[in-house]
């Protein structure tokens, strides 16, 4: 359910820039989700291999819409914007969703008794959002790439090096859809 800070429409001006307020006509979101699981382990090879698939839909999802004043005006009795200023509200958007799949494999490594796992993983999310009563999605593409080498030496010496790499990267829609259609991207 949406907090009561998200319902309560006080004007919140400790910033007279960026002005926000809740929104009494809020509704719950509701999320639906599904995920896939595949694991297997080789005893005999101490190896293990998993892949996990997942997605998640939001209903009623609870975003932002922000106005920005093009010129002084009165938004509401009582509420004064001044060009250029912001006034955020939440309010109830459908088209939220994202997707993640994440793999690992490890096996060991006998010559120096360790254990070297890799890890590749992929996430893509899209959040709707209001500017100026113009939907709008911000679309976000992560992946990230682990190598992590454990070892199992003796009691008294143990040592982990690892490696994580992620690369995140927020695309507009407008442009998603441009790439999408563009001739050199379907060749």
Request: net charge positive; charged share 15%.
């Amino acid at each position: 359910p949406p907090s009561l800070r998200q319902l309560q429409e006080v004007i919140d001006n400790s910033n007279p820039l960026q002005l926000s307020t809740g929104n009494a006509d809020l509704r719950q979101d509701y999320t639906h989700r599904v995920f896939a699981r595949y694991s297997k382990t080789n005893t005999d090879k101490a190896s293990v291999f998993y892949v996990l698939l997942s997605a998640q839909y939001t209903q009623n999802y609870i975003g932002n819409s922000t106005f920005i004043a093009n010129r002084d005006l009165m938004d509401r009795p009582g509420i004064f914007l001044q060009q250029g200023a912001q006034l955020s509200q939440p309010v109830n958007l459908d088209g939220y969703w994202n997707a993640r799949a994440f793999t690992t494999y490890g096996f060991p490594l006998s010559v120096i008794k360790s254990n070297l796992n890799f890890s590749v993983g992929g996430t893509f999310q899209r959040i709707p959002g209001l500017i100026n009563d113009n939907l709008n999605y911000a679309n976000n593409i992560g992946s990230s790439l682990n190598a992590t080498l454990s070892s199992n030496i003796s009691e008294r010496v143990d040592f982990t090096l690892s490696s994580q790499t992620s690369y995140n990267l927020h695309i507009p829609l407008q442009i998603l859809k441009a790439l999408l259609s563009s001739k050199q991207f379907c060749q």
